[in-house]
């Protein structure tokens, strides 16, 4: 049985990528605002879009605008806010959103969740809002690990 990895096709036209961005294609960062993009991955992302002659679209709980700022300047076909907002085509506008936004009430609701944890971040992202807990939990784990040593 061979280990090697087998090359890609010469001719990617009949391909279709779709990427997940975070955790994925981009390494996790201490909070979704710390990511980067490095002149590389646009590079790659860029020839990628070619050779499939255009079978490249990003996936992402992002808002499609974020992506686009974090990809600058590729604005490349996108789904984004969890499904709420899809692009098909690169560098316009996303259609209109599939979903309302958030009931304030709702939002509301989870800052005081938020609240109940230093360290947990909400990302409003119109459509959702998650909240990112890894210096909440980080923070558990030392407290835990002091008490018990």
């Not at 279709?16 to 490095?38: H, N, Q």
């Not at 806010?81 to 899809?86: F, I, P």
């Not at 109940?116 to 407290?143: C, H, M, T, Y």
């Amino acid at each position: 049985m061979s280990n090697s990895i087998p090359s890609l096709p010469s001719d990617l036209r009949p391909f279709a990528f779709l990427l997940d961005v975070d955790g994925t294609i981009l390494d996790l960062a201490p909070t979704p605002r710390e990511v980067f993009v490095s002149h590389e991955l646009r590079d790659t992302l860029t020839r990628l879009w070619q050779r499939t002659d255009g079978g490249v679209a990003f996936v992402s709980g992002r808002p499609v605008s974020e992506l686009d700022l974090i990809f600058s300047p590729l604005q490349l076909p996108a789904i984004g806010g969890h499904g709420a907002e899809l692009r098909t085509t690169p560098g316009a506008a996303p259609e209109a959103p599939r979903l309302p936004a958030l009931d304030p009430a709702v939002k509301r609701q989870f800052a005081a969740i938020a609240e109940a944890g230093p360290g947990i971040i909400l990302e409003d992202k119109g459509f959702a809002q998650p909240a990112d807990v890894r210096r909440w939990l980080a923070q558990v784990s030392r407290n835990d690990a002091f008490a018990t040593s």
